[in-house]
């Protein structure tokens, strides 16, 4: 059984970082592309960034290009979103993905396991 469990969100002042965490059981890690979406109150679930298996592809969603990164820790089962310059419009519930590509992280339809999310509120 795939779990994906997130950490580190929490409430933050506008400018200001968080770093979320999601530790990842029941897949073979290294063989998955992994990634963040989000969802914020009263609109859809988007992409935010992806990772490929191996580290050396990324996406970024243009909202969050420059002050988000990605990264992952195939050795800890883990991927995580460094979040800069945070702003209000990032407020959302930030879930973790697991995918067999990184494009498959574009969209939400094919992405095959989900963690339970973590609330992340930037206040102005």
């Not at 795939?2 to 950490?7: F, N």
């Not at 970082?17 to 990842?24: E, G, K, Q």
């Not at 990324?58 to 050795?75: E, H, L, M, P, Q």
């Not at 979040?83 to 990184?102: E, F, Q, R």
């Amino acid at each position: 059984q795939v779990q994906l469990i997130e950490s580190g969100g929490g409430l933050v002042q506008a400018g200001g970082s968080l770093r979320l965490s999601c530790a990842a059981s029941g897949l073979t890690f290294s063989s998955y592309a992994m990634g963040w979406f989000r969802q914020a109150p009263g609109k859809e679930r988007e992409s935010v960034a992806a990772i490929s298996w191996h580290g050396g592809i990324t996406y970024y969603a243009d909202s969050v290009k420059g002050r988000f990164t990605i990264s992952r820790d195939n050795a800890k089962n883990t991927v995580y979103l460094q979040m800069n310059s945070l702003k209000p419009g990032d407020t959302a519930v930030y879930y973790c993905a697991a995918a067999l590509s990184v494009a498959s992280l574009y969209s939400e339809e094919k992405v095959g396991s989900w963690g339970q999310g973590t609330q992340v509120t930037v206040s102005s």
